[in-house]
């Protein structure tokens, strides 16, 4: 049995700057999960088995403020957004970046204090170099670890 046909929720993508959708459509359809990928009306999401598009409007937090509104318990959410990740942590969903972090309650409150100070520095005019670009190694690595979630999740709900 797998982890899609037991469980009835869903892996939710925050899509505007997700560079690893195809890792996780592949992902998802080995184990039989829907996935949800949101985006804005800017951004083309090419279509794929097992994946269902809702594009939003392009305002700034429109994606974000739609999965927060949408998700439930259990949920797996794939976002690099830290304050999205904090709402799906308060909601009791899962939540992966997508370079394959796992967020948790224990560190989610250091990444939002951190990220405060750095909005802080960029109003003063310091501004620094940003993420750097994900390579195929980090792919795989998302890929690992976003398998190593569902596996996880499957043995949980199997009784």
Do not use: W
């Not at 999960?33 to 088995?49: A, F, G």
């Not at 940003?130 to 949980?156: M, R, Y």
């Amino acid at each position: 049995m797998r982890l899609g046909d037991i469980l009835s929720h869903r892996i939710v993508v925050d899509g505007d700057a997700c560079p690893v959708k195809q890792e996780i459509g592949e992902t998802a359809r080995r184990f039989n999960i829907p996935v949800i990928m949101v985006s804005s009306y800017d951004h083309l999401i090419r279509e794929q088995e097992g994946v269902t598009t809702v594009q939003v409007d392009r305002s700034d937090q429109s994606a974000d403020l739609y999965i927060a509104n949408h998700i439930m318990s259990g949920d797996v959410v794939v976002t690099q957004d830290y304050g999205l990740a904090a709402l799906a942590l308060a909601k009791s969903c899962y939540v992966i970046s997508n370079r394959g972090l796992r967020y948790g309650n224990d560190e989610i409150e250091l990444m939002l204090d951190r990220r405060h100070h750095q909005a802080k520095a960029r109003r003063m005019g310091k501004y620094s170099k940003g993420p750097k670009p994900i390579t195929a190694e980090d792919k795989k690595h998302f890929q690992h670890n976003l398998t190593k979630l569902l596996l996880h999740l499957q043995e949980i709900v199997q009784p």
